[in-house]
Every structure is written in C-alpha cells, then in structure tokens.
C-alpha cells in the first residue's frame, strides 16, 4: 500500500466536510425550534388570553429540546465517543487480533 500525502489530505478534508454539514444540520435545526418555539407559544398564549405560563405553552419545546440536546451531544462530543473514528479503530482493532490468533 502507497504511502500518498494526498490520500490522507483528502480524507482529512472529506472528514471535514461531512463534519461541517453536520454542525451546520444542527445549527438550522436549532433556528426552526427557536421560531417554531416562539410560534407556539405566541399562538397559546393569544388563545388563552395571556395565560403565560400555562404547561401547554411549553410542552413542544421541552420534549423537543430533549431531541435537539441528543442532536446536540451526536454533533459536539468528543470522537472518542462512539463516533465514527471509534468505529474504524475498533475494526481495525479487531481485524489484527483475529490476524494474530489465526497463525498461533
């Protein structure tokens, strides 16, 4: 196997991409809750009469900021995580113990 800077620059910089359309997934993810958010609420406490701090005013965007907080953690936690990264180091783990217990 060639040893190419090129290779590994270009994988470097496909990981990049694909972790920036990440973060920029999470970011308009976050902008539709915010205005979504803001909808719901103006519209039940319109509907209400200026109940402002009824339950129903924040139901959606408690259950929802739980998927939005997991979308959050799936983007910005460390590689080490469970990630993708973790996942080939770990088959490549893997592969050279079977490697090694095959020729004992």
Known sequence: MENNPYNSE???YQQ???RVKR???FYMHLLVFVFVNI???VANVRASHGDYLALRNFSTAFFWGI????HGFSVFMPAFM???EWE???INELMEKEKNNKWE
């Not at 998927?67 to 997991?70: D, I, K, N, R």
Request: net charge positive.
């Open 39 to 41: 909808f719901i609420y």
């Open 88 to 90: 080939d180091r770990k």
């Open 67 to 70: 998927g939005l907080a997991a």
């Open 82 to 84: 469970l990630s993708k």
């Open 23 to 25: 973060i920029k997934g």
């Open 10 to 12: 270009e994988l470097r």
């Open 16 to 18: 990049a991409v694909k």
